[in-house]
């Protein structure tokens, strides 16, 4: 019904790009028929999206136990096997080598339809009727699907009561009644023509034309997730600039490094960022780990310890507050965390089970292998300067060589993007961070103390191997000094001895240290997105979604101490904009990292004030 009363395969046959939004996901059936047709389609578009909202998504286990018919039978054991857990959020499943992209958004229909930025083409209207369910058929999400809907969008929808129609109709589409698939029943179909197109979002708009050349700036963690987000998600090609003579300098230089969610008892727009992103974090850990085995990392869970046994009620409070499932996070005390990490642990702690650890330089090197063929690597490249020449930017050097010329430019160079890009007020830090190493093997007692799981509370460790532990780390602003401190590796010591009880007073040998700097925002967010051009005056100062851009101009920096899961998102994000794909971030989540915020909040500031 959905299908033929969008006009589907014929609408998305010859496209680059086709986006389906359905308003009740249930138990995935008109997902999966979409997903079979668009396979079983010759003509198909390269890529479809579907984004589906539910408010009460089901879990694997009942998905799985859903009889399927034959031809959606494979499919549907792919679902069940990429299943996320169920907290709330957008959550990306990836199939067919990234050419099909499922976007859940768990929660109510109300809530999220203002939450999404994509451009549909097609309107998936399920759940009940509205004399059943009114919160879904209120006037005000009619508003919010013309928002969406791109030109020509049709919209299918059971439905055939007048108020329904006469929403659509209100928000700009023409409806007419028909027969569903069997002929048994009138359905409601139609598609948007609007007499006058609501007033677009600067950041939903202005995708990169088709063959757009790009040029990212930096080849650590922010560069390489961009790079690797285009090809392999949107099939873009692009150039890669690196001041260093290698990959993975600076922060991405490490051997070991963590990721995780974060649980505050508000679960705001922080806590809400850091849990999407080491969510895509851990997609990127499994890819990692497959091509290059368990030395590359782990995204087997990860124990973050409270600090102390009084912490324990407070946290079990907050678990229960949230509702967290506990395939996202769960309360252990000690006892079950010191069996859990197989070592003893005198703290309570945060179960992840989607958190884990990975070598940052490995996971650079392993994305610029799979996306810089049709592109290029240019290391030894500093970009002094940017300088805009009709439609295109110059990527210029010291001495006003040019470099490069592209359509679109993205800045991942950390801290030197906010210069590159001239953008002052950017509350930027630069912090050097030191980790350090002790030998396991050979060392009775330091090996019986290493962790089955990586570790985090105040600092982190993790047995990379069965013969290093790593742990960390350090962190001084405005300090560029190059070599391993001893201060620093003896506070890094105390740090694992807290986290680690069983090393107190041990006599380590240690066998490596690695030095990086990191770039930091005070908001402790990153700061990704379309640069702003604050020589405009945007309509609504105060909020940075309305703030006009610069042309082709974008940035992923300011990660912190959570580069590997923020530069996954981060990276996910900017190919989304450049590609004019859904974004996997909610609308919120987008504007707590925006680089339009701190203009907004001097805006709010002088408003409140004045």
Request: positive net charge.
């Amino acid at each position: 019904m959905f299908l033929a009363g969008c006009g589907l395969p014929e609408r998305w046959r010859g496209r680059d790009r086709f986006v389906v939004l359905e308003t009740g996901f249930g138990l995935g059936n008109n997902a999966l028929a979409t997903w079979l047709g668009w396979r079983d389609d010759p003509a198909r578009s390269r890529r479809l999206h579907v984004v589906s909202i539910d408010a009460h998504p089901p879990d694997a286990s009942t998905l799985a136990s859903v009889p399927r018919d034959g031809p959606l039978r494979p499919l549907a054991g792919q679902l069940v096997a990429a299943w996320p857990p169920l907290v709330p959020g957008l959550h990306r499943l990836a199939f067919d080598d990234d050419r099909f992209e499922l976007l859940l958004a768990f929660g109510d229909v109300a809530d999220w339809l203002p939450q999404l930025t994509a451009r549909v083409d097609a309107f998936f209207l399920d759940g009940f009727e509205p004399a059943k369910n009114a919160a879904m058929w209120e006037p005000r999400l009619f508003a919010a699907m013309a928002r969406l809907a791109a030109p020509g969008a049709t919209v299918a929808t059971r439905s055939a009561t007048h108020a329904v129609r006469a929403g659509l109709m209100a928000a700009g589409f023409e409806v007419r009644a028909a027969p569903d698939h069997e002929g048994n029943r009138e359905i409601t179909i139609g598609h948007y023509a609007p007499r006058h197109a609501p007033r677009d979002l600067a950041r939903a708009s202005g995708a990169a034309p088709a063959g757009a050349r790009v040029a990212i700036v930096g080849a650590g963690l922010a560069g390489s997730a961009t790079a690797s987000a285009l090809a392999r998600r949107h099939g873009i090609a692009s150039t890669v600039h690196e001041a260093a003579p290698d990959v993975a300098e600076g922060a991405s230089n490490g051997v070991a490094g963590v990721f995780h969610g974060v649980v505050h008892r508000d679960d705001g727009r922080h806590a809400r960022w850091h849990r999407a992103a080491a969510l895509a974090a851990r997609h990127a850990a499994v890819d990692l780990v497959a091509a290059h085995g368990a030395a590359a990392g782990a995204a087997g869970g990860l124990l973050r310890l409270g600090r102390g046994d009084g912490e324990l009620a407070s946290m079990q409070a907050t678990a229960r507050a949230l509702s967290l499932p506990g395939g996202y996070a769960r309360v252990v005390d000690a006892r079950e965390a010191s069996e859990i990490a197989g070592t003893r642990i005198d703290a309570p702690a945060w179960w992840f089970a989607g958190g884990g650890w990975l070598n940052p330089s490995l996971l650079v090197r392993h994305r610029f292998d799979g996306t810089t063929r049709e592109g290029g690597l240019r290391c030894g490249s500093r970009v002094a300067s940017l300088r805009r020449d009709g439609d295109r930017w110059l990527l210029l050097d010291a001495s006003a060589r040019v470099l490069d010329e592209a359509d679109v430019v993205v800045c991942a160079n950390a801290a030197s993007a906010a210069a590159l890009l001239g953008a002052s007020g950017w509350p930027l830090a630069r912090l050097r961070g030191q980790a350090d190493a002790i030998a396991l093997s050979g060392d009775d007692r330091a090996a019986a103390a290493r962790p089955r799981v990586p570790l985090a509370g105040d600092g982190y460790a993790v047995a990379s191997d069965a013969r290093t532990l790593w742990f960390g780390a350090t962190s001084h602003a405005d300090d560029d000094q190059a070599l391993a401190r001893d201060s620093d590796r003896a506070a890094n010591w105390r740090r694992v001895g807290a986290l680690l009880p069983s090393l107190a007073n041990h006599d380590p040998v240690f066998v490596d240290s690695r030095i990086g700097e990191r770039c930091a925002c005070s908001d402790r967010l990153p700061i990704v997105g379309a640069v702003p051009d604050e020589r405009l005056a945007p309509p609504r100062p105060e909020q940075p979604r309305h703030a006009p851009r610069r042309p082709g101009l974008f940035v992923v920096t300011a990660l912190g101490s959570r580069g590997i899961a923020s530069s996954t998102l981060g990276g996910a994000i900017v190919a989304a904009r450049i590609a004019g794909a859904p974004f996997p971030a909610e609308a919120d989540l987008l504007d707590a990292v925006d680089p339009a915020r701190f203009a907004s909040r001097r805006a709010r500031a002088r408003r409140e004030s004045g």
